[in-house]
């Protein structure tokens, strides 16, 4: 699994856990350095400061933030990517 991948597994888990939105959906930014997502008709943009983030923060447009943090696994997957 690439760096990606590690990624969108981590967003994928905490906004299921939150939203429980079979039809959620992570998509990375085609002109800028964002990750968005999908969820429960709610848009959340992260801003990507570094390539290897432990932790991304999502904003929504109304102002309200998710907070994914990897899990151990994610992380060795992220450095067997990288």
Same mark, same amino acid.
């Given at each position: 699994?690439?760096?990606?991948?590690?990624?969108?597994?981590?967003?994928?888990?905490?906004?299921?856990?939150?939203? !429980?939105?079979?039809?959620?959906?992570?998509?990375?930014?085609?002109?800028?350095?964002?990750? !968005?997502?999908?969820?429960?008709?709610?848009?959340?943009?992260?801003?990507?400061?570094?390539?290897?983030?432990?932790?991304?923060?999502?904003? &929504? &447009?109304?102002?309200?933030?998710?907070?994914?943090?990897?899990?151990?696994?994610?992380?060795?997957?992220?450095?067997?990517?990288?």
């Amino acid at each position: 699994m690439g760096t990606d991948g590690a990624y969108k597994q981590a967003i994928k888990r905490v906004f299921a856990e939150k939203y !429980h939105d079979e039809r959620m959906a992570a998509y990375w930014g085609r002109e800028d350095d964002t990750i !968005h997502v999908i969820a429960s008709l709610r848009h959340y943009v992260h801003k990507i400061a570094s390539a290897n983030e432990d932790t991304l923060e999502f904003v &929504s &447009s109304v102002g309200d933030r998710i907070v994914v943090a990897l899990t151990d696994e994610e992380r060795r997957q992220l450095q067997r990517a990288g």
